[in-house]
């Protein structure tokens, strides 16, 4: 088990790697750089901008160059666009807020998408599972940047519950957390419920479910222990995914609710070419969508015993 | 095999209702299973062997099936109407089934252990470690090498075979008077049945435990049981003692089965024997004989009525116009 742990970590190096090479590329093949914006800059201020940035050398050696910086020093560079202000700085002001917003998300659609499948499959065609499918089907198929508003517009502008943007630093405190964490929660909640529903109801079905009631077992150990360890195993196969799309809706929800997270810097540094700055989001966000499915087969492999470590 | 029943199963009805219309999987099932006695059930795929055995314990998916009629007559009370609680302490406990797949009927999820403890701890309120030493011995009885270590493994660790050892050892664990065995061999390689088969018929001897044995397969029947019951669409067409059967099968159909056994002794020219037709479609079946398209001595009474079961002698007994007088 160990050493499947470590070499999978091990793993994640060339991972990483090729992710930072690709993005290098595609970014600076893109048409358009940081500083040609709508105002056609000197010749000669250009010029400086482009050395003091060595922007000037080949590209093979900005490459090299800003490997070298990433990987021995951690250092993403300066911002091109935020004055004065570091990529590294910019990512760890804003980030640790994304990742805690898309944390609290997941955990809300696991916790609750689980519990609406397991009781819909122990009550199918009952008024539960109509009840918990339909309001699946709403999560599935109505977009975020429709739920947030809607949801903005009956709690906070009709019902006056809750402030309509914000977040924790603000005066409002906590509760701001709320709306953003179940708009980006509801469309995997609505995922997770279909999900281990439909695995509820096939283990169910299947023989070593048989054989536990013939034992004469109380249906609440029949379930309990018996069904629910094989039907939660999809849903974990679907937490990397599910982690990667929450942190990805983020940047949708970051602007309805006007969170300063990290999704909101890397809409602007795409429009703005800010190139250093794209590069650190881009890593930094593969690092932990790697990392969440590097956890995601670490747990999958405590709960299947089937899996073999070699 | 004594001459006391334990379990008496009476005209029992099992249908399902399904979206093409009722499927009258058990049509009027009746049997007697004496103590001790190994009680052979053949029949082609579909005859509902397995719907009768499942119905035993009251184990029908409902929906959509549901036992429509009959008793199942177990230590005077009928499992039929009992409670869920009542039956709950029946089954694994005084009536152990055992099935076809061993590779899918043990939880992939959890260690041998824990699923061999459980039964023994609800059945026989021992303590766990009481518990795990009885299920090593059971173990060691089902011909489990170092079941010491092994029952600590999780199921994929074992061959089919082993499984279905585990699921003979578990089966019995807590001295049921009846294990119901639907299948246990079909899953497995031909060299592996024997020897399943023999532990079954060793194991259940030792411990003087009935059997009930569902098959396909004539040979298998033969070698183990002291009493047949010949299942065709829902009905036991025939009944009795195995020589009995062998010896001297008074329905076609029984006949036909006979002859389709391939024999060592016959030339080897000869093409297998095999019953002509299709089984019957069991759905809203008409209250006729259902054999009686594939039957070569069909005769007209066939086509209107079932026959009753009439009694040839020496315990056997068929359902079948060419003993019974037709009224
Ligand atoms: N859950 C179900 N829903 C509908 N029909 C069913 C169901 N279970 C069994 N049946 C029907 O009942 C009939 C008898 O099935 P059963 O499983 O008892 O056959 P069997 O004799 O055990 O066959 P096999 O040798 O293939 O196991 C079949 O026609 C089958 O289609
Ligand atoms: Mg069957």
């Known amino acids: 088990m160990m050493k499947f742990i470590i070499r999978r970590l091990l793993s994640l190096i060339p991972t990483m790697f090729i992710i930072i090479t690709l993005s290098f590329f595609l970014i600076h093949i893109a048409p358009g750089g940081p500083f040609s914006g709508e105002k056609k800059l000197p010749p000669h201020v250009l010029a400086n901008i482009l050395k003091k940035y060595h922007m000037d050398e080949p590209l093979g050696a900005q490459y090299l160059r800003y490997l070298n910086d990433v990987i021995l020093h951690f250092d993403l560079g300066p911002s091109y666009r935020y004055e004065d202000q570091s990529v590294n700085g910019l990512i760890s002001a804003t980030m640790p807020r994304s990742i805690f917003l898309g944390f609290v998300s997941l955990l809300l659609s696991v916790a609750l998408g689980g519990a609406a499948g397991i009781i819909s499959a122990l009550r199918q065609n009952k008024w539960q599972d109509y009840l918990s499918m339909s309001v699946?089907?709403?999560?599935?198929?109505?977009?975020?940047?429709?739920?947030?508003?809607?949801?903005?517009?009956?709690?906070?502008m009709q019902l006056h519950w809750l402030p309509v943007t914000g977040w924790i630093n603000?005066?409002?405190?906590?509760?701001?957390?709320?709306?953003?964490?179940?708009?980006?929660?509801?469309?995997?909640?609505?995922?997770?419920?279909?999900?281990?529903?439909?695995?509820?109801?096939?283990?169910?079905?299947?023989?070593?479910i048989r054989t536990a009631r013939a034992k004469g077992l109380k249906e609440s150990v029949v379930i309990g222990k018996h069904v629910l360890k094989g039907a939660m195993l999809p849903v974990v196969s679907y937490l990397g995914p599910a982690f990667a799309g929450i942190i990805t809706g983020s940047i949708v929800v970051e602007t309805v609710f006007q969170i300063p997270g990290v999704g909101r810097i890397f809409v602007q540094s795409a429009l703005n070419r800010d190139y250093t700055l794209i590069m650190g989001d881009i890593i930094t966000y593969s690092a932990v969508l790697v990392f969440a499915n590097f956890l995601v087969d670490v747990i999958y492999g405590f709960l299947d015993p089937r899996i073999a470590y070699k | 095999m004594t001459e006391e029943i334990i379990l008496q199963v009476q005209d029992l009805k099992t249908y399902f209702h399904t979206d093409e219309g009722i499927v009258k999987a058990v049509d009027g099932v009746t049997f007697d299973l004496h103590k001790g006695e190994t009680l052979g059930i053949v029949g082609e795929s579909g005859s509902g062997k397995s719907v009768t055995n499942l119905s035993i314990i009251n184990m029908i998916p409902n929906p959509p099936g549901k036992i429509a009629g009959g008793q199942v007559m177990y230590a005077g009370k009928d499992l039929v109407k009992l409670t869920i609680n009542e039956l709950r302490s029946i089954r694994g406990n005084k009536i152990s089934?055992?099935?076809?797949?061993?590779?899918?009927?043990?939880?992939?999820?959890?260690?041998?252990?824990?699923?061999?403890?459980?039964?023994?701890?609800?059945?026989?309120?021992?303590?766990?470690?009481?518990?795990?030493?009885?299920?090593?011995?059971?173990?060691?009885l089902a011909g489990i090498p170092a079941p010491e270590k092994r029952i600590?493994?999780?199921?994929?660790?074992?061959?089919?075979?082993?499984?279905?050892?585990?699921?003979?050892?578990?089966?019995?664990?807590?001295?049921?008077?009846?294990?119901?065995?639907?299948?246990?061999t079909s899953a497995l390689d031909v060299t592996i049945q024997a020897q399943i088969l023999d532990l079954i018929k060793d194991l259940t001897a030792r411990l003087g435990t009935a059997v009930i044995l569902i098959t396909h397969s004539l040979g298998v029947v033969a070698g183990m049981c002291d009493t047949i019951c010949v299942m065709y669409a829902g009905r036991i067409v025939e009944r009795g003692p195995t020589t009995e059967i062998f010896d001297k099968p008074k329905h076609p159909y029984t006949q036909g089965l006979i002859k389709s056994v391939p024999r060592l002794d016959k030339t080897s020219g000869d093409r297998l024997y095999s019953i002509r037709g299709q089984p019957p479609n069991v759905i809203d079946l008409p209250d006729c004989c259902p054999f009686y398209p594939r039957c070569d001595k069909a005769m007209d009474v066939c086509k209107r009525k079932y026959p009753l079961s009439k009694d040839v002698g020496n315990g056997h007994a068929v359902s079948c116009w060419l003993y019974t007088e037709a009224k």
């Open chain 2, 152 to 184: 600590d493994q999780y199921p994929h660790q074992f061959s089919g075979g082993m499984r279905q050892r585990v699921m003979i050892a578990m089966g019995l664990s807590c001295n049921p008077e009846i294990l119901i065995a639907d299948e246990p």
């Open chain 1, 136 to 156: 699946a089907v709403i999560g599935i198929s109505v977009p975020l940047f429709v739920i947030g508003p809607v949801i903005q517009l009956i709690f906070a």
């Open chain 2, 97 to 140: 089934m055992i099935f076809q797949d061993p590779m899918t009927s043990l939880n992939p999820y959890l260690r041998i252990s824990t699923q061999m403890i459980e039964t023994i701890v609800l059945h026989q309120k021992l303590d766990k470690k009481t518990a795990k030493a009885k299920a090593i011995d059971m173990l060691k």
């Open chain 1, 170 to 208: 603000s005066r409002a405190g906590w509760v701001t957390l709320i709306m953003p964490a179940v708009t980006l929660a509801f469309p995997y909640f609505a995922y997770i419920a279909r999900l281990s529903r439909g695995s509820v109801l096939e283990v169910l079905r299947s023989d070593y």
